[in-house]
């Protein structure tokens, strides 16, 4: 098949949705299909790249340290009229989702829609939590997405608890769950000597035989990583030989940085800045434990990485957690501040390694080969339905671009 991906965020951006989009691309040309993805300008990609195609872009007001690109491209649409595409898959709903659904409708071929974002939950970056104006953005986000939605041939959703909430939105579009992979190899911890993770933890002033509980991704409020930080006095009060290790940045970073200054944290909650997506995988290596409180994720692929990279997970509880954190084998989820004060314990101070090795075995079906099939088969059903989309793109940006 000729397939095209149209994304906001790609390679080498760090966040889920960008790791998803490579992975997808990298395994269907594994499996023999010529892939191109359309994606933004972005600093640090590569020179050359082979099929990926940039656009000049802005930065995004819900996440402002993302970018969408410019709306219509011609010379781009000349390009990919020539490339005899059997389907396009969207990865966005802004303006490089509905470059690919004008394009969809003008080659009279399906399209298909992965949701990736809840972002009603983002709302406030430009509302600036106003509860009046927030209620009504948010409200202004779920019809937009339901328009969205209900315009394309599939919607691809990577859990059942984003496809409730899709159903709950009024998306009547055929649902396919299917769980974004992984590539289980890069984070498997025998790619790295003792020596390595050594030398890592002492760059950051983490001694061999402390404890880690360990935060990566995006540092920003609705990661809610505020709730660890506050539980972090009493429970680091009487534990000497633990830190808390928080890798990643984000608009919330500034203001943690200050509250655990103010809290007198210093040497016990250090923050290592922003890591190369490339030896990100070394970085699981630094902690004991994974632990999250956020409730804003559609699947958690970084709950996944942890997982496999051999860390027990300590998390707020979460639908989309439901298939991969089992309380007692690989870690534990929690309410309540004393729930995960309760959690870590458990783990920093029972049998760790066979949570890990719980770890380990409950993801080993997230890899990215069977993401890729289960993709492919998608694919596979909506050509063979020989639908088109009948997506009306006048409605544009014009009526969401004050959300």
């Not at 009487?238 to 103010?262: A, C, H, M, Q, W």
């Amino acid at each position: 098949m000729n397939i095209a991906l149209f994304t906001e965020t790609y390679y080498p951006e760090i966040n889920g949705v960008a790791t998803s989009v490579l992975m997808l691309k990298t395994e269907l040309e594994q499996r023999g299909h010529n892939v191109y993805v359309f994606t933004t300008k972005t600093p640090g990609a590569p020179e050359r790249e082979f099929n990926v195609f940039r656009v000049p872009s802005l930065p995004f007001a819900l996440l402002t340290e993302r970018r969408v690109g410019l709306f219509y491209q011609p010379r781009l649409a000349g390009i990919i009229k020539r490339l005899n595409l059997d389907v396009i898959h969207t990865h966005t709903e802004f303006s490089l989702g509905i470059f690919g659904r004008i394009m969809a409708k003008e080659l009279r071929i399906p399209i298909i829609h992965t949701y990736h974002t809840i972002y009603e939950d983002y709302t406030h970056y430009v509302t600036h939590s106003a509860k009046i104006i927030d209620d009504k953005a948010k409200a202004a986000v779920r019809t937009f997405t339901k328009v969205c939605c209900n315009h394309v041939e599939q919607v691809v959703v990577p859990t059942e608890k984003v496809k409730e909430l899709l159903t709950d939105y009024d998306v009547v579009k055929d649902i396919a769950v299917v769980p974004t992979g992984i590539d289980l190899r890069k984070f498997d911890r025998s790619n790295f000597t003792k020596e390595e993770i050594i030398s890592l933890r002492e760059q950051f002033g983490v001694k061999a035989s402390d404890k880690v509980i360990l935060y990566l991704g995006r540092i920003s409020k609705e990661k809610n990583l505020q709730e660890v930080i506050d539980a972090m006095p009493e429970y680091l009060a009487d534990k000497e030989n633990v830190k808390f290790v928080i890798v990643g940045n984000g608009p919330d970073k500034e203001r943690l940085s200050e509250l655990v200054n103010e809290l007198e944290l210093n040497n016990k909650i250090i923050f290592t800045g922003e890591q190369p997506w490339d030896i990100i995988a070394k970085f699981y290596q630094l902690g004991d434990v994974f632990v999250s409180a956020s409730n804003s994720e559609t699947q958690g692929l970084t709950y996944i990485e942890a997982m496999a990279s051999g860390l027990p997970v300590v998390a707020r509880e979460d639908r989309c957690l439901d298939d991969i954190l089992i309380d007692g084998e690989n870690g534990y989820s929690f309410t309540t501040k004393e729930g995960l004060m309760e959690g870590l314990d458990k783990v920093l101070f029972g049998n760790i390694e066979k949570f890990s090795e719980n770890s380990i075995r409950i993801v080993s079906r997230y890899s990215t080969e069977e993401f890729a099939k289960n993709i492919e088969l998608v694919y596979q059903k909506v050509i063979s339905q020989e639908k088109i989309s009948d997506f009306k793109y006048e409605y544009s940006i014009k009526k969401y671009s004050k959300i």
